[in-house]
């Protein structure tokens, strides 16, 4: 083997490793979790923080036929944004899901707004 041939192989291997460096694979999570508007009474999320730019996920596979995928969303917890991860869940005939956004109100603040089945 000549020297541009290992050298080709070597850059090979670098590239594949920086490539498959950037891959993250997270378990799909076991527990259900519901996130929906605050009842009536209680008090609405507003902070005078904007949310940060939205985190990319990756999909999981489905778990099972027909699961809909719902995104993730940067929530308020302990005094900062902290994502939200995204998940899959069944479809409910006769609704759609509204995802959780954010808003800026005018004064400046941003009110967090929506995560629910809407019909």
Do not use: D
Request: charged residues 10%; hydrophobic residues 40%; aromatic residues 14%.
């Amino acid at each position: 083997m000549n020297s541009s041939s290992v050298f080709r192989i070597a850059a090979v291997c670098a590239a594949t490793t920086m490539a498959l460096s950037a891959c993250v694979v997270a378990p799909y999570p076991q527990r259900q979790l519901v996130y929906a508007q605050p009842a009536p009474g209680e008090p609405e999320i507003m902070v005078g923080v904007a949310p940060p730019a939205p985190y990319v996920e990756v999909m999981p596979v489905a778990p099972f036929l027909g699961a809909l995928w719902i995104s993730g969303y940067w929530g308020w917890s302990q005094g900062r944004h902290q994502w939200v991860p995204g998940r899959y869940e069944r479809p409910r005939p006769g609704y759609r899901w509204e995802p959780h956004h954010w808003v800026q109100g005018q004064r400046g603040n941003w009110h967090l707004r929506g995560g629910g089945w809407v019909h």
